[in-house]
């Protein structure tokens, strides 16, 4: 997608065994606000999940009952939804060119993706998938810094990249959106947590010796916080919808 170069926008391909296997899902209570927002259900909703990914959001929207079709670029991460999801069609593609029929669905969501996107394009191509009512559901799925070791890690890592590796992202101006915060955790083994931050864009372009570095450090610091090995990440999903 053309926000950002796109060797970094695929550079979860080489990585996308890894992400499928670390990355955290999403909370019942973000899909409820989904619906509540978008002012229907998903149960029976034609759905197309954009930049799908490995299907994290995607297994997720089909268990609540949607009609869900991913649309996915990248090679890798292609084959990774094929292996993880193979009763839910694929098609390939990005929201700057949905590869979709116009005024064919309910919901458009974009779980973490939109921020590879052109709002210059995807907004006009969400306009023109959505049916009359439709909403386009976007959402990022971030470590809380109101907790005190997540917010040092972060800075370590913003420190790390001088703030330049990091992915920055905007609300599209254009549409009407609201926004809600959805807190939630989820219990993991550090080397879990470990390979989650390995698993985004900031590490993968950043090289495997220098990512090493940087986690065989949190390591230590982690494990005398979480001596028993288990780290709590807790988390707020920024869920914003628009009625398009």
């Given at each position: 997608m053309t926000s950002t170069p796109p060797t970094r926008a695929r550079s979860f391909d080489a990585a996308a065994a890894l992400y499928s296997a670390n990355r955290p899902g999403y909370p019942g209570e973000l899909f409820d606000a989904v619906e509540e927002l978008a002012g229907r259900g998903l149960r029976g909703a034609r759905v197309?999940?954009?930049?799908?990914g490995t299907g994290i959001a995607t297994g997720l929207l089909r268990a609540r009952g949607a009609e869900v079709l991913a649309v996915e670029p990248g090679d890798g991460m292609a084959a990774e939804f094929r292996r993880s999801n193979p009763g839910i069609p694929l098609v390939r593609g990005d929201g700057d060119r949905l590869p979709l029929v116009t005024a064919g669905f309910d919901f458009l969501t974009y779980a973490?993706?939109?921020?590879?996107?052109?709002p210059a394009r995807s907004v006009p191509e969400a306009?023109?998938?959505l049916r009359p009512g439709g909403a386009l559901a976007l959402w990022w799925n971030d470590m809380d810094p109101a907790v005190p070791w997540i917010a040092e890690q972060d800075e370590r890592i913003r420190d790390l990249f001088d703030a330049g590796g990091l992915t920055y992202r905007a609300l599209p101006a254009e549409l009407d959106l609201t926004v809600r915060e959805i807190r939630w955790s989820r219990r993991i083994p550090?080397?879990?947590?470990?390979?989650?931050?390995?698993?985004?864009?900031?590490?993968?372009m950043l090289g495997p010796a220098g990512t090493r570095?940087?986690?065989?450090?949190?390591r230590a610091r982690l494990t005398a916080l979480f001596p028993d090995g288990t780290v709590e990440e807790r988390y707020v999903v920024t869920l914003a919808v628009a009625l398009v």
């Open positions: 197309a999940d954009v930049g799908a973490q993706a939109w921020h590879w996107t052109d306009r023109r998938v550090l080397d879990v947590h470990l390979a989650n931050h390995a698993s985004h864009s900031a590490f993968l570095e940087f986690l065989d450090a949190e």
